[in-house]
């Protein structure tokens, strides 16, 4: 879509941007700086040496944001190692982000919630029991020399443990969370803690010599869901290009870094007023109580609300998009990922690690303290 226009209120792209940032910034002062090399270290020594894979698990069993940010890692692998075979762990409501991307060729699919209620049932504990067992035998099956473990808890932990990988890749103590280093073979020291996140997921390649210049990821709306997404444009009368796309929403996890459903409603009517550009509301099925207060706030600014059937249909509304708005959140990541331009609103999070990654993209950030460690950015959840 080209690059972003000049604007006197957006400032440049700069190693030096003052902290905590407050202001809009150019999303590239978060995802250009050069940390430094990685170190990687095997039973505490030094790396000497690496034979190219036949067959990479990536384990990446997060929210669908956070995989997002590790897809590049499949397109890496493919570029360094041709013919190389890139299967993926997944937790299943994330499944949608890798599957049908076509540098990944297999999906193992983490049954979190499902096996979480079976294990407390007694009467689904024994099937529960076998399907993890079946799940681990298919892990072995795909007799992988290579897994990495761009995540770094203890999910992955057990995963990488279950996976009968000899060569297990992930980070070092103190850059992975719940003692996940003892799962691993090989670990990788960063040079900061604090590295944007798709950043951190290919050092991981990075430390095993591959080039990862110019590495990313662009997600392949299906066909079928693209067809589907411009339907509902033409039911609402929306060129393609003609609108912006707004996400209100976040998982209920991060539901402190929701921005106001009104101020979401009045950027609707200033855009009316100002650009002639109608707003469409993109909302999940829980927040279909939504609905109402953003079309009243939005006033008769022509703004509509559309509840997408699926990850893919999202996408393939966010391709259409003039602009993309929201928090840090997976609908505005896939947007920056499929190359939108993206407005990121960030308050209590930081956007040093989860800023859009893929340019055109700016983000404005408020520093608003954490009230439970007083942090200016921070991924608290909200206290139920």
Known sequence: MGTMPASPSLEPAAPGVPWPPCGVFDARAFTDPEPGPPLVTAGGRRLAGFAPPRCVLV????????VLHFLPLASALKRAWPGV???????????????????????????????AAGWRTPARLVSTMGEILSFAGDLRGARADLLLDPQGTAKSALVNLLSGVRCRVGFARGFGRELNAQSLSVTVALPTRRMHRVRKSLWLLRALGVDVAGAGARFEVPPGAQAGADAILRDLGLAPGSFALAHPGTSAFG?????????????AARLAASRGRRTLFSIGPVEHGWREPLLAAAGGSGAAVVEPPSLAVLAGLLARAACVIGSDSAPVHLASNLRARVVGLYGPTDPVLFAPYYPPAAVVVQGLACPDCGAAHCNHPVPR
Do not use: C, M, N
């Open 255 to 267: 539901a402190r870094k929701r921005w106001p459903l009104d101020r979401y409603g009045a950027l």
């Open 85 to 115: 075979r890139v299967e993926w762990v997944v937790q299943d409501k994330a499944r949608g982000v890798v599957e049908g991307q076509a540098a990944v060729d297999r999906i193992h699919v983490f049954a979190r919630h499902r096996w």
């Open 59 to 66: 384990v990446g069993l997060t929210a669908s944001g956070d």
